[in-house]
């Protein structure tokens, strides 16, 4: 059993920046790849990004590519994401998963709630 809180969303202006972190309690954190996806409004969720166990190794979105990076901290059991130069379809919740499939980046049935990422033009 994976629990997970996200935090961090909110409101921004187009090309800000914003932080946004997951919590993870449960099962050991250093065992699994972990990921970020978002979902807006009348779209499916999607793949934003993902971090490999040990942290070495990061896949990404093309539509976040060189804007956003994820990192992880297995002394902390804490998962990032940094998003910058924020475009209004960066508009989303986003939601991080574990444990994730590294390789396909398909996502397990354990999410966070979700936070709200708002980017105003």
């Known amino acids: 059993q994976v629990q997970l809180v996200e935090s961090g969303g909110g409101l921004v202006q187009a090309g800000g920046s914003l932080r946004l972190s997951c919590a993870v309690s449960?099962?050991?954190?250093?065992?699994?790849?972990m990921g970020w996806f978002r979902q807006a409004p009348g779209k499916e969720r999607e793949f934003v990004a993902a971090?490999?166990?040990?942290?070495?190794?990061?896949a990404y979105a093309d539509s976040v590519k060189g804007r956003f990076t994820i990192s992880r901290d297995n002394a902390k059991n804490t998962m990032s994401l940094q998003m910058n130069s924020l475009k209004p379809e960066d508009t989303a919740v986003y939601y991080c998963?574990?444990?994730?499939?590294?390789?396909?980046?398909?996502?397990?049935?354990?999410w966070g709630q979700g936070t709200q990422v708002t980017v105003s033009s």
């Open positions: 449960g099962r050991t954190f250093s065992t699994y790849a």
């Open positions: 998963n574990a444990p994730l499939e590294w390789g396909r980046m398909r996502p397990s049935d354990y």
């Open positions: 971090i490999s166990r040990s942290g070495g190794g990061t």
